[in-house]
């Protein structure tokens, strides 16, 4: 399980070195293969243990081909997924694409989300992080049903 918050650096390269307390978890779950694509909803990008990846995409190639909505979702997400391995160093490469979607600069937010990381450029975050917490819950969009007995 994957969480917090943690700022990194993005190096002149395009490397990202992942925090050491999250390595161990990587080499037993996915021997230290990610997948990084980029989030439809959000200028930032998902980082995901190759085996969980791989779940997904089998469930994204499973989506009806003539659905228009369908279709732009594994556009996106499956043409922008790039497989990546920690170095020696818990370096990945985000490429140059992924870079420029995202906006990412010298200082990136690494978010644990549970079973994958958010990626964020750090001006990016600090934004959409006030946003929601100014928003609250009234979006007017409905608590999903399975949050509804969640007890904090």
Same mark, same amino acid.
């Given at each position: ?70 279709? !732009?979702?594994?556009? @996106?997400?499956? %043409?922008?997924? #790039?497989?990546? $391995? /920690? ?5 990945? =490469? ?34 959409? !992080?006030?946003?929601? @917490?100014?928003? %609250?819950?009234? #979006?007017?969009? $409905? /608590? ?5 007995? =969640?007890?904090?």
């Amino acid at each position: 399980m994957f969480r917090g918050i943690n700022e990194i650096q993005l190096d002149d390269k395009g490397r990202v070195t992942i925090p050491t307390r999250y390595r161990q978890q990587l080499e037993q779950d996915s021997k230290n293969h990610l997948v990084t694509t980029i989030d439809t909803e959000a200028r930032c990008l998902l980082l995901y243990p190759l085996p969980d990846w791989e779940a997904i995409e089998q469930k994204l190639e499973k989506l009806p081909s003539f659905n228009r909505q369908a279709r !732009r979702i594994q556009r @996106l997400l499956l %043409g922008h997924a #790039t497989e990546a $391995e /920690l170095d020696s160093q818990g370096r990945i =490469l985000i490429p140059q694409p992924l870079r420029e979607y995202a906006g990412l600069q010298k200082s990136i937010i690494l978010v644990g989300q549970g079973k994958k990381f958010e990626i964020w450029d750090v001006s990016i975050w600090n934004e959409a !992080r006030k946003t929601w @917490l100014e928003e %609250g819950l009234d #979006t007017g969009d $409905e /608590l999903p049903v399975d949050l509804e007995s =969640l007890s904090l």
